[in-house]
């Protein structure tokens, strides 16, 4: 018989705990316990061994980081100004441009759409308004945000919880999006995500990608705000240079269309919507953001 006092023990990690291992190999784990002068063992049921809860994955982190996020927001503000300021505010303009960016890389009023990282709905308020046909999923890793799209928007405009890297949908779309989210992530998960995305693209679907790079006036503000709250912040803002983004969405299955940043991706806009500081969108705009356009093969 031999005696070990930390064991591995599969779905518990690392155990200090006294444990024997006799001749046929088997592991006992032990617990040791004083009778009288005399010390004696007894043996331990695995599951019985308290433990400290195995660290976050990074993903787990990052997920429980906005759903803290939100929770703060709900409790800071009334719902609906809450809901808005999770996915970054200025609801109604935002929405009008994202839909823009996407008929301007092929959205039709029948287009089925997938929106990864739909947050609150917000490009949903402008495909009702525009009485969009398609079918529409969106996933986000935030369940209070999901279940807010949900109660907000009509039944066909359907919202899914997902866990930050699985597209889960036997579902085929024609459009994909990703507003405002590979702004937030590693790099490893946008290429899981993609991958999943071209999963769910018919052939020939296309993605668009809004993300940040360093170099470009706005996109440095956002920089220069993020170095002075990284002491304190939660959340992450991930900037990328447009190769290497390409190069996740090439390496990942897909074709590069076009990117866009600047005066470049300014789209035209049918109305006029008001920005949270008061200035006006009108005929055409900027998200703040460059975005990349990719197609799965056809
Ligand atoms: C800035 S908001 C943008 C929301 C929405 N796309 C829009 O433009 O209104 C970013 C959203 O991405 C979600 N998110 C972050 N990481 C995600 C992930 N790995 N998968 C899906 N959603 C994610 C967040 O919960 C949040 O709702």
């Not at 001749?23 to 019985?48: C, F, N």
């Not at 195995?54 to 787990?60: D, K, Q």
């Not at 579902?171 to 990703?178: H, P, Q």
Request: charged letters at 25%; glycine letters at 10%; hydrophobic letters at 45%.
């Amino acid at each position: 018989m031999c005696c070990v006092t930390s064991v591995y023990v599969v779905g518990h990690g690392l155990i200090e705990a006294d444990a024997t291992i006799d001749d046929g190999g088997m592991l006992k784990l032990m617990k040791r316990r004083r009778s009288g002068a005399r010390p004696t063992v007894e043996v331990a049921e695995v599951e019985a061994i308290e433990e400290t809860p195995p660290a976050l994955t990074l993903m787990e982190f990052l997920n429980r980081a906005y759903v803290e996020h939100v929770d703060d927001l709900v409790r800071a503000h009334p719902l609906e100004k809450a809901m808005d300021l999770a996915v970054g505010g200025s609801g109604d303009a935002v929405s009008a441009l994202e839909v823009a960016i996407l008929r301007a890389v092929g959205l039709t009023p029948t287009s089925d759409v997938l929106d990864v990282g739909c947050g609150s709905g917000r490009m949903v308020r402008r495909l009702v308004e525009d009485g969009h046909a398609g079918a529409y999923l969106g996933i986000d890793v935030v369940p209070a945000l999901v279940e807010y799209a949900r109660q907000k928007y009509p039944d066909c405009y359907r919202f899914e919880v997902g866990d930050g890297l699985t597209i889960s949908t036997e579902e085929r779309f024609d459009i994909a999006c990703m507003f405002s989210v590979a702004t937030h992530l590693p790099f490893e998960s946008i290429f899981i995500i993609f991958e999943g995305v071209l999963a769910a693209l018919r052939p020939g679907g296309t993605l668009v990608v809004s993300f940040l790079e360093l170099g470009i006036p706005g996109h440095d503000h956002v920089f220069d705000v993020s170095v002075d709250t990284f002491r304190t912040a939660r959340a992450h803002n991930q900037f990328v240079h447009r190769d290497d983004l390409r190069h996740i969405g090439e390496l990942a299955g897909f074709g590069f269309v076009r990117v866009a940043s600047e005066a470049e991706s300014a789209v035209p806009i049918d109305g006029m919507f008001v920005w949270d500081d008061g200035s006006v969108l009108e005929g055409e705009g900027m998200l703040g953001q460059s975005w990349m356009v990719f197609a799965a093969p056809s």
